[in-house]
């Protein structure tokens, strides 16, 4: 079967050697990455462990930081994976999407063969109103080149945790309304969004080129919603991603099984979706 993983993250190899060095004016990375616990890793270490679980490639991001010249030395060891591993490595490009320097970058990427936009994150920052004038220049980019953009979700209620960040779903809803033109993919179950495509007028239609992936799944929901999410958008548009290295793609493989998914469904959501996407 095959197994794509739309959503790891890497780092450079400076950083994952002294990620404390890198906490200063990165409040959001001291956040999520001060305990010892929270692992980074490289491209090499990543393919290597993904190898091991069966997984053929891998959408590969970095880290919104503040400061953009972190964005361009993720980059740049991202592009470097991409050209040593270009059938493994599909690299999407992250930035602080609230820093008016966020648009050049990503344009810089895309031209250099970037596949994607994201992980989009805001883990300390509220953009509140102004949310829609951060990310529409971010979505116009990734419709003129026709790639994904890739959006941090995650629910408005439930327990709070490092880097669970101020979304409003309705300001979500009314931008992918904006750009019809967009492929979406919303993280960590899109936060709850799913449930909206049981609305019988036109939810279903705006979601129409929107993907939802199981980033963080094991931590945040049990294993139902494997199939009651693919029951309210349909399973042809769930995407499997580990967030690795915070988890390993097994523990999101067992869930699936407990979940007691049709082989089809299986297939669509660990692979087949995501290789359509993107043309893999």
Same mark, same amino acid.
């Given at each position: 079967?095959?197994?794509?993983?739309?959503?790891?993250?890497?780092?450079?190899?400076?950083? @994952?050697? %002294?990620?404390?060095?890198?906490?200063?004016?990165?409040?959001?990375? &001291?956040? =999520?990455?001060?305990?010892?616990?929270?692992? /980074?890793?490289?491209?090499?270490?990543?393919?290597?462990?993904?190898?091991?679980?069966?997984?053929?490639?891998?959408?590969?991001?970095?880290? !919104?930081? %503040?400061?953009?010249?972190?964005? %361009?030395?993720?980059?740049?060891?991202?592009?470097?994976?991409?050209?040593?591993?270009?059938?493994?490595?599909?690299?999407? @490009?992250?930035? $602080?999407?609230?820093?008016?320097?966020?648009?050049?970058?990503?344009?810089? @990427?895309?031209?250099?063969?970037? %596949?994607?936009?994201?992980?989009?994150?805001?883990?300390?920052?509220?953009?509140?109103?102004?949310?829609?004038?951060?990310?529409?220049?971010?979505?116009? /980019?990734?419709?003129?080149?026709?790639?994904?953009?890739?959006?941090?979700? $995650?629910?408005?209620? #439930?327990?709070?945790? !490092?880097?669970?960040?101020?979304?409003?779903? +309705?300001?979500?809803?009314?931008?992918?309304?904006?750009?019809? *033109?967009?492929?979406?993919?919303?993280?960590?179950?899109? *936060? #709850?969004?799913?449930?909206?495509?049981?609305?019988?007028?036109?939810?279903?239609?705006?979601?129409?080129?929107?993907?939802?992936?199981?980033?963080?799944?094991?931590?945040?929901?049990?294993?139902?919603?494997?199939?009651?999410?693919?029951?309210?958008?349909?399973?042809? &548009?769930?995407?499997?991603?580990?967030?690795?290295?915070?988890?390993?793609? &097994?523990?999101?493989?067992?869930?699936?099984?407990?979940?007691?998914?049709?082989? +089809?469904? =299986?297939?669509?959501?660990? *692979?087949? $979706?995501?290789?359509?996407? =993107? +043309?893999?």
């Amino acid at each position: 079967m095959l197994i794509l993983d739309a959503h790891t993250h890497v780092f450079p190899e400076e950083m @994952c050697r %002294r990620r404390e060095d890198f906490f200063a004016d990165e409040p959001a990375f &001291k956040a =999520l990455y001060s305990a010892p616990k929270s692992r /980074l890793v490289g491209p090499e270490e990543l393919l290597q462990a993904l190898a091991e679980e069966g997984v053929e490639a891998a959408v590969v991001s970095g880290f !919104p930081w %503040r400061q953009e010249r972190l964005w %361009r030395r993720q980059h740049e060891v991202i592009g470097e994976a991409m050209r040593r591993w270009p059938h493994k490595i599909i690299g999407f @490009c992250t930035v $602080n999407p609230l820093d008016p320097a966020a648009p050049g970058e990503v344009e810089r @990427c895309l031209a250099a063969g970037f %596949r994607g936009v994201g992980e989009l994150a805001w883990y300390v920052d509220d953009p509140g109103a102004d949310l829609e004038y951060f990310l529409t220049p971010l979505a116009e /980019l990734s419709q003129h080149y026709g790639v994904p953009l890739l959006l941090h979700m $995650n629910d408005p209620v #439930g327990p709070s945790y !490092p880097g669970k960040a101020a979304i409003r779903l +309705d300001a979500i809803y009314r931008l992918i309304q904006k750009f019809p *033109g967009v492929t979406w993919i919303l993280a960590h179950w899109g *936060g #709850g969004l799913p449930f909206y495509g049981l609305l019988k007028k036109e939810a279903p239609e705006v979601f129409r080129r929107v993907y939802f992936d199981t980033a963080a799944s094991p931590y945040l929901y049990r294993p139902a919603i494997y199939r009651l999410a693919a029951d309210m958008v349909g399973p042809e &548009k769930i995407l499997f991603g580990s967030d690795y290295p915070l988890l390993p793609p &097994k523990r999101y493989l067992e869930e699936m099984q407990e979940a007691s998914l049709p082989e +089809d469904w =299986l297939e669509m959501i660990l *692979g087949q $979706n995501l290789a359509r996407l =993107l +043309d893999w």
